[in-house]
């Protein structure tokens, strides 16, 4: 493939992203070491990491694509599809199922009218399962975005719901 062509697949990563990843760089042992921190600043600015993001970054840390992938892929906070403004995952961990996690599971499913994996028709929301948000003694818990959202209900949905517009 030619290198204009080539141009049109990789993107150049943003002038902001290139430096924020710089900045990690510098404070580990080699550049490789930098692909989660490089995987979640682009995913911060673009929303998901598509797979010309994949690309620029593996081009930027000197990796292979497909090793920068596998990366990608392994941690379930980064996302390789395009994701709605606020992604709700849904704990369904035992303690949180043990909790009621399926009732609120099924609430959202409801309330938001799509299934897990999906989102919703205004990019309003997407509805991820996660194994653990960390929260057990606060079961069942959400993670919205970054935000911890503990001893979940389906009456408390709404409320909940509401703070992500």
């Known amino acids: ?6 141009s049109n697949i990789i993107p150049v990563l943003s002038e902001s992203e ?3 990843i710089e900045e990690e760089i510098a404070h580990l042992p080699d550049r490789q070491s930098a692909c ?6 682009v995913q911060e600015h673009r929303g998901w990491v598509s797979d010309e993001s994949v690309h620029a970054i593996a081009d930027l840390l000197g990796m292979s694509p497909s090793a920068v992938d596998a990366v990608a892929t392994f941690y379930n906070l980064i996302f390789r599809k395009p994701v709605g403004r606020h992604v709700v995952m849904y704990c ?5 199922y043990v909790m009621g996690a399926e009732g609120v599971r099924a609430a959202l499913v409801q309330k ?3 299934q897990p994996g999906q989102t919703t028709p205004d990019d309003r929301f997407t509805l991820l399962p996660i194994v653990c948000v960390g929260a057990c003694d606060h ?27």
């Open 36 to 41: 989660i921190d490089a995987l979640r600043i």
């Open 139 to 165: 079961a069942p818990a959400l993670l919205i975005d970054d935000v911890h959202e503990l001893d979940a209900t389906p009456d408390r949905l709404d409320e909940i719901l509401s703070r992500y517009e």
């Open 112 to 114: 938001l009218g799509i």
């Open 92 to 96: 369904d961990s035992v303690s949180c």
């Open 18 to 20: 290139r430096h924020e």
């Open 1 to 6: 493939m030619s290198q204009a062509n080539m």
